[in-house]
């Protein structure tokens, strides 16, 4: 029961109390008094009437008697009247009937009033004329007692409901601080630390309150401060001091996470030798400087292109993965390279086109890093031995289909819900149970089958995300897939739905009107959070208010705060999958501690992606993450 509900409850006790017992003892008075009354108007009659009948008892006038007696008789409330002649022992009895207009006879039998009877001797000096007997009516005391009652009744009632209502009107001011305090609380113990709360007028509630707004204060400044720890580790790990730019160590990281997921792009290096003259004109200090102004053009001009990771991966070589892009794009951002290259290499005193040097692999299925590393550094030597700016990588592999085809493909197979599905088990760290799959799609296009990495960048080229998302949560329910697993299963989200409002308007709606919504789960892409954070936050909250639960996957891969967790509140993190390839010693345990150490802080499952192998796994265990997944349980199909 609630503080509120038993402080009421105690009013609403002690004012029963108070008013039945004053209830009681008016009931009583009056019941007292009415006796009384009754009593006094007896005495009274008898002697009145006494007196008025002693001359006609003395003349004998039994007719002028009766009279008499009827007038007194009926004009009061007597139930009885008796008149005995002592001179020939003759009685008279009058009679009215206990019969009371509108007093209920239950009250009537509760019998509130005794019979009350006056008997008295009429004489004429020292002779007894007659015997007079009265007895009272109890119709008088029933009804005053009855209408006494009911008007206490009807203004207890008022009083009562009057009562009630300041009584809930003031408590709820009054314990106002106290719900805030609760509500506050609430959202301390969810990690949720907002604004800090008034204080409130009470004293006594003053200290709890500026407890409270402390502990939310230090409990932020944790959070802040594992933050700041996770930006500083980026930048002491995973950060080229004098570009600013990725190191050698993400960028390893980086393309296994993006050979490891459906995309195309390609990967170019590129070797400047045209800094080492400036080095050796100007010193390092001005080649430094060259370099930090050479890093921010390249990634303005480049981020307009294609999404791109740009590192400094030795001292005058760089690297430039194009995470999704066909040959088309990646064209487009090499001459755009090319062009910021040469008009920074003018600046610098230095000839276009000459001492730099560009090798360029395009990737194909099933490709791995060596396999590109090692066609991208055979581009760039035969780049630099025919003395050219840059180099393709021939590949033998040709396209499966051109892009009006892939969109006629993708279009007709979402139409008709042509897709097929494989999962893959999420498992528990410390025990065998699957706690999770996450659901992968394939197609089959004329006999061929075509796994996601194939047709998912053609999916977000053509602008197709939101309806093959709708299409596949509807596969998986018109299945009956959701009945016949009893873990919940892994969607993945692409970036389009995410900042789409008709999509976020049907699934709000798809997961109202379906009973197994909680088995449903989405796993949200950490760059569509930081692109497009209102959408995000505002589909987040549409699953979760249907009863849907949903993750951040990559985790970790973005270079920027981790505050937005305190507002989306996943239910879990998955980490990425380039953290599973990190050397212990380059120091990526660090990391991946401070990592977890933010989600752990507000209470959010962490699942470690890519493992391949039993050793990898156990580079985790000292982390004490909850979940892991990746080909050491490879996807499997679904019947």
Not at 319 to 331: K, M, P, R
Not at 334 to 346: A, Y
Not at 573 to 580: H, M, R
Request: glycine letters at 6%; aromatic letters at 10%.
């Amino acid at each position: 029961m609630t503080l509120f509900r038993q402080i009421y409850s105690l009013l609403f006790g002690l004012f029963l109390v108070v008013v039945m017992s004053l209830a009681y003892v008016q009931f009583t008075e009056t019941q007292s008094f009415l006796s009384k009354q009754m009593e006094s108007d007896l005495n009274n009659t008898s002697n009145s009437l006494g007196i008025m009948l002693v001359p006609d008892l003395e003349a004998g006038d039994i007719v002028g008697a009766e009279t008499l007696i009827n007038v007194i008789f009926e004009g009061g409330y007597y139930q009885q009247v008796k008149l005995t002649w002592l001179v020939d022992g003759k009685q008279q009895v009058w009679e009215n009937d206990l019969k009371i207009d509108g007093v209920p006879q239950w009250f009537i039998d509760l019998g509130f009033f005794k019979t009350i009877k006056r008997e008295s001797t009429i004489t004429s000096g020292w002779i007894q004329l007659a015997n007079l007997e009265i007895t009272a009516h109890p119709g008088f005391g029933y009804h005053e007692l009855w209408r006494s009652l009911t008007n206490a009744i009807i203004m207890i009632s008022i009083l009562f409901l009057i009562a009630i209502m300041l009584a809930r009107f003031g408590l709820t001011w009054i314990l106002k601080p106290l719900h805030d305090i609760a509500e506050h609380a609430t959202d301390i113990a969810h990690r949720k630390f907002g604004p800090d709360m008034a204080l409130p007028k009470t004293s006594e509630l003053k200290s709890v309150v500026s407890a409270f707004n402390s502990m939310s204060h230090q409990l932020k400044q944790i959070f802040s401060s594992l933050d700041e720890e996770v930006s500083e580790l980026r930048k002491k790990n995973l950060v080229d001091q004098v570009s600013a730019l990725p190191n050698r160590q993400y960028m390893m990281g980086r393309l296994n996470s993006w050979l490891g997921e459906p995309n195309n792009g390609s990967l170019m290096m590129a070797k400047f030798d045209w800094l080492e003259d400036v080095h050796g004109k100007y010193g390092y200090q001005v080649r430094d400087e060259t370099i930090r102004l050479l890093s921010e053009k390249m990634k303005e001009q480049l981020d307009e292109i294609a999404p791109s990771v740009i590192a400094r991966i030795a001292a005058y070589e760089f690297a430039f993965l194009i995470t999704s892009g066909e040959q088309e794009v990646c064209s487009k951002y090499l001459h755009t390279l090319i062009r910021t290259v040469n008009q920074e290499i003018s600046k610098a005193g230095c000839k276009p086109n000459e001492q730099f040097y560009i090798g360029i692999a395009q990737r194909t299925d099933d490709m791995n890093v060596s396999q590109i590393l090692a066609q991208t550094d055979n581009a760039l030597q035969k780049a630099i031995a025919d003395d050219k700016v840059f180099h393709w990588f021939e590949s033998n592999e040709k396209q499966l289909y051109t892009r009006e085809q892939w969109r006629e493909h993708l279009s007709s197979a979402i139409k008709n819900k042509n897709f097929q599905f494989k999962w893959q088990p999420v498992y528990l760290t410390e025990r065998d149970e699957i706690i999770q799959r996450e659901l992968y799609c394939k197609l089959e296009i004329a006999g061929k089958e075509i796994h996601a990495g194939q047709f998912m960048p053609y999916v977000e080229l053509l602008s197709l995300g939101s309806l093959l998302d709708r299409c596949l949560i509807e596969t998986i329910a018109d299945s009956g897939l959701l009945d016949r697993n009893h873990e919940p299963v892994a969607i993945n989200l692409t970036f389009h739905s995410l900042s789409d409002k008709k999509f976020h308007e049907w699934l709000n709606h798809f997961l109202r009107n379906h009973r197994l919504a909680k088995r449903i789960v989405f796993d949200i892409p950490e760059a569509g959070v930081y692109s497009d954070p209102e959408s995000c936050e505002a589909l987040c909250h549409i699953i979760r208010d249907n009863g849907a639960h949903f993750g951040i996957d990559h985790f970790g891969r973005q270079f920027g705060s981790m505050a937005y967790l305190q507002t989306l509140r996943p239910s879990y993190v998955k980490l990425d999958q380039s953290f599973a390839f990190y050397d212990e010693s380059e120091h990526s345990s660090e990391l991946c501690r401070a990592l977890v150490n933010v989600a752990r802080g507000l209470d959010i499952q962490i699942i470690v992606t890519g493992i391949q192998e039993q050793p990898q796994l156990a580079r985790f265990e000292p982390l004490k993450t909850n979940a892991y997944m990746g080909f050491i349980y490879p996807p499997e199909p679904v019947e």
